[in-house]
Nanobody
Framework: QLQASGGGLVQAGGSLRLSCAAS????????MGWFRQTPGKEREFVAA????????YYADSVKGRFTISRDNAKNTVYLQMNSLKPEDTAVYYC????????????????WGQGTQVTVSS
């Protein structure tokens, strides 16, 4: 089970840190990803971090502003979001999977419930 939290309302240029706490199993051997979705659009890849080495991958739209990290001891993944823009407004989902296709939602078998991020201009 994955539980995302940390969303909220923030002004443009501000920061938020999302957390994704895993329970029920050890997620240290899973790749973890963050996706986001706005009404009427498909779920969009944001960032991913692999198990083991912890390689990170980002969508071009967030590169340089967002940072994904994981704390395996706490079974938690984070998404630090800086310099937020109104176009970052979405419901953010965390996910866990074992496929190497990190940027595609079908690579992830387990999903959290989503947390709303709203960036005002």
């Amino acid at each position: 089970q994955l539980q995302a939290s940390g969303g909220g309302l923030v002004q443009a240029g501000g920061s938020l840190r999302l957390s994704c706490a895993a329970s029920g199993r050890t997620f240290s051997t899973y790749n973890m990803g963050w996706f986001r979705q706005t009404p009427g659009k498909e779920r969009e890849f944001v960032a991913a971090i692999t198990w083991g080495v912890g390689s990170t991958y980002y969508a071009d739209s967030v590169k340089g502003r967002f940072t994904i990290s994981r704390d395996n001891a706490k079974n938690t993944v984070y998404l630090q979001m800086n310099s937020l823009k109104p176009e970052d407004t979405a419901v953010y989902y965390c996910a866990a999977g074992r496929s190497s296709y990190y940027r595609t939602s079908t690579a992830y078998a387990l999903w959290g419930q989503g947390t709303q991020v709203t960036v005002s201009s």
